[in-house]
C-alpha cells in the first residue's frame, strides 16, 4: 500500500471516531459512542458495567487526544490524526492497546449477554450502532471470531480493531 492510500485509509478511520461528524474527534464523540452502545443492549450508564463503558471511552479519548491534539484544544482534526494518531499508533502498537483496551473490554462485558463472551450477534449490534453500515456490520463480526469458537475474545476484537485503525505497517 502506497503513502497516498495509507492516508486516504485512515482518513476514512477518522470519519469512524468523528461520531457526530463535525470535523474533528473530542471527548463528546467518545461519549456518544458509549451512550450508543449502552442503549444497544439497555444497560444503564449508572450500572457497573455502564460506567465501565463511559471510563473506557474517557480512556481512549485522552490516550488519542495525548497522542494527537497537538495544538492542545482538546479536539483533534482529520489533519491531527492523519500525521499523529495514526502515525505514533503504528510505530507503537502497545500503545494502541494500552488505550483501546479498557473500552474494548467494557463494551465486551456490555454485549455478553449471556456470560459466554460476546458472539458476532452481538458484535455486529455493536459495529451497526457505532456506524457500520448493516450489512458490513454482520460480515465484519463474523470475521472477528478468528478462531471460529463462536465468541469474540478481547485479543481478537483488539487485533482486528489495532488492523482496521491503521496500527499496522501500511505494508502489512
Known amino acids: 500500500m502506497d503513502s497516498a492510500e495509507y492516508e486516504r485509509k485512515i ?24 451512550k450508543a452502545v449502552l442503549a444497544e443492549f ?68 456490555v454485549a455478553d449477554e449471556d456470560g459466554g463472551g460476546a458472539t458476532p450477534a452481538a458484535a455486529t449490534r455493536v459495529l451497526h450502532v457505532l456506524g457500520t453500515p448493516a450489512k458490513l456490520a454482520g460480515v465484519v463480526a463474523t470475521a472477528l471470531d478468528g478462531d471460529g469458537d463462536g465468541r469474540i475474545s478481547e485479543d481478537e476484537i483488539l487485533s482486528a480493531f489495532a488492523a482496521y485503525c491503521g496500527v499496522e505497517a501500511p505494508d502489512a
Open 11 to 34: 482518513a476514512a478511520r477518522f470519519a469512524t471516531f468523528d461520531q457526530d461528524g463535525n470535523g474533528y474527534i473530542d471527548r463528546e464523540d467518545f461519549s456518544a459512542a458509549a
Open 42 to 109: 439497555g444497560t444503564t450508564a449508572r450500572s457497573d458495567k455502564g460506567q465501565a463503558v463511559f471510563a473506557g471511552a474517557e480512556a481512549f479519548w485522552q490516550g488519542m487526544a495525548g497522542i494527537a491534539d497537538v495544538d492542545g484544544d482538546q479536539r483533534v482534526t482529520r489533519e491531527e490524526y492523519i500525521t499523529g494518531a495514526a502515525k505514533r499508533l503504528r510505530d507503537n502498537p502497545e500503545r494502541f492497546a494500552e488505550i483501546a483496551r479498557p473500552f474494548l473490554r467494557a463494551v465486551i462485558a
